[in-house]
């Protein structure tokens, strides 16, 4: 059974950074089969993925953060982060991460879906 746990959020001005964690009880043992998400979802918005990892370490963010954030994994595949550079104050919302089953669109793209487990959330503001 995998459990996720986020931490590492709070509040910052724009063009700061912030480091998200996410602790990821019974990741290791998945096959190769499952991939991490990274949610946020902001006051009356849609839920938005803004990054996901798998296990060999790929990594797809969205265009909103490409070239801001960057989703990691420790080895041990326990511990997972998202590094979020020059923070916009669009950036503040609730943010997730969440454990799924990888899917391959096309020999280069992939994505990940059906998920299993979902941490409890880490707010982020980010004041202008």
């Known amino acids: 059974q995998v459990q996720l746990a986020e931490s590492g959020g709070g509040s910052v001005q724009a063009g700061d950074s912030m480091r998200l964690s996410c602790a990821a009880s019974?990741?290791?043992?998945?096959?190769?089969?499952?991939?991490i998400a990274w949610f946020r979802q902001a006051p009356g918005r849609d839920r938005e993925e803004v990054a996901r990892?798998?296990?060999?370490?790929?990594?797809r963010y969205s265009e909103s953060v490409t070239g801001r954030f960057t989703a990691t994994q420790d080895s041990a595949k326990t511990s997972l982060s998202l590094q979020m550079n020059r923070l916009l104050p669009e950036d503040t919302a609730m943010y997730y991460c969440?454990?799924?089953?990888?899917?391959?669109?096309?020999?280069?793209?992939?994505?990940?879906?059906?998920?299993?487990?979902w941490g409890q959330g880490t707010q982020v503001t980010v004041s202008s």
């Open positions: 019974g990741y290791s043992s998945t096959s190769n089969r499952y991939c």
């Open positions: 990892i798998d296990r060999a370490g790929r990594t």
């Open positions: 969440a454990a799924g089953v990888k899917y391959w669109r096309d020999d280069d793209d992939w994505y990940c879906s059906e998920y299993i487990a």
